[in-house]
């Protein structure tokens, strides 16, 4: 079974940019969409985006369409969460997943998941 590790996780100010980076390790990679959600204090567990193997990407929430970018190089096992223009309420744990398709990894069910990654966005 795949198993996915989350980096690159800090704290930044509003307005600044991280990269996450999750490297999917074990099994067979290629079966699975990737997506990112995120968790805040205190908050139900948000779906954010995600992409499949070939490289087509959704995002399951309109709060980060134009800010938050997801791509993959799948030499290398490893998708990406590139995070711009950071807002307080941005902060959370970042968990990376691995599902079978969109809808699937959508609906959390029978997801993998990495161990998840904090950002922290001051004001």
């Known amino acids: 079974q795949v198993q996915l590790a989350e980096s690159g996780g800090g704290l930044v100010q509003a307005g600044g940019s991280l990269r996450l980076s999750c490297v999917a390790s074990?099994?067979?990679?290629?079966?699975?969409?990737l997506g990112w959600f995120r968790q805040a204090p205190g908050k139900e567990r948000e779906a954010l985006l995600a992409i499949s193997w070939s490289g087509a990407s959704t995002y399951y929430t309109e709060s980060v369409r134009g800010r938050f970018i997801v791509s993959r190089d799948n030499a290398k096992n490893t998708v990406y969460l590139q995070m711009n223009s950071l807002k307080p309420e941005d902060t959370a744990v970042y968990y990376c997943?691995?599902?079978?398709?969109?809808?699937?990894?959508?609906?959390?069910?029978?997801?993998?998941w990495g161990q998840g990654t904090q950002v922290t966005v001051s004001s």
């Open positions: 074990g099994g067979t990679p290629s079966n699975y969409a």
């Open positions: 997943a691995a599902g079978l398709n969109f809808g699937v990894l959508h609906s959390s069910k029978g997801n993998i």
